[in-house]
């Protein structure tokens, strides 16, 4: 069964700073997703990596993966309040679940 | 662009009721996902349906079901609720296992 593993689990970081959320996963996954989730919302998906030196970026946020290491991080640049939510890794696993990571929760401060 | 509908948004149920939720998905799409979050935590896979057929199950309690309609809506069904129920539980769909998109879920709350 895939596992996923994502840290840290908070952060706290001041705006205009740079930051890293990693995600690590147990076993193959036919595709990397990471979500946004504003408190008692939905999931807003952000980017779904599907191979090996995938690298996708949206604004402030940009995502990579890399399939030998199981590894995917996504990179924070110059934070600002907006961007401040919780943030999940996924791994698509057995064609149609998602299993989740715990969640960063990102809080970006003046 | 259409989204994926949830109803009831909210739900306030005593213990020992029953629940049942429903899943409108995106036009077109054919497969039907549910997950459920507990406070603080990440989404868990409950079950999901294809071409109205239960295609895989994951961590779902025998006190629920759910089934997919000729329409593609779902329904989950919960019976005998338990405090430990009260959740956000989320619908998903996607087109043949493609990519799946969330629905704004329901926030079931059980006293």
């Known amino acids: 069964e895939l596992k996923v593993e994502q840290n840290p689990l908070f952060l706290s970081m001041q705006e205009g700073k740079n930051y890293t959320i990693y995600c690590n996963y147990s076993t193959t996954s036919d595709r990397l997703y990471w979500y946004r989730q504003d408190p008692g919302k939905s999931l807003e998906s952000l980017f779904v990596l599907l191979s090996n030196g995938a690298v996708k970026q949206e604004g402030r946020l940009m995502a990579s993966l890399d399939t030998k290491a199981r590894l995917s991080t996504l990179h924070i640049t110059a934070a600002v309040h907006d961007l401040s939510a919780t943030y999940f890794c996924?791994?698509?696993?057995?064609?149609?679940?998602?299993?989740f990571g715990t969640g960063t929760r990102l809080q970006v401060f003046p | 662009a259409a989204g994926v509908i949830q109803s009831p948004r909210h739900l306030i149920k005593e213990k020992r009721e029953t629940a049942t939720l429903k899943c409108y998905p995106i036009p077109r799409h054919d497969t039907v996902y549910w997950y459920q979050q507990g406070p603080g935590q990440d989404p868990q896979f409950l079950i999901s349906?294809?071409?109205?057929?239960?295609?895989d199950k994951g961590s779902i309690p025998d006190r629920f079901s759910a089934q997919q309609f000729s329409d593609y809506h779902s329904e989950l069904n919960m019976s005998s609720l338990e405090l430990g129920d009260s959740a956000l539980y989320f619908c998903?769909?996607?087109?043949?296992?493609?990519?799946?998109?969330f629905g704004p879920g329901t926030r079931l709350t059980v006293l």
């Open positions: 349906f294809y071409e109205k057929m239960q295609s």
């Open positions: 996924a791994g698509l696993y057995n064609t149609d679940k998602l299993i």
């Open positions: 998903a769909s996607s087109r043949t296992y493609n990519e799946q998109f």
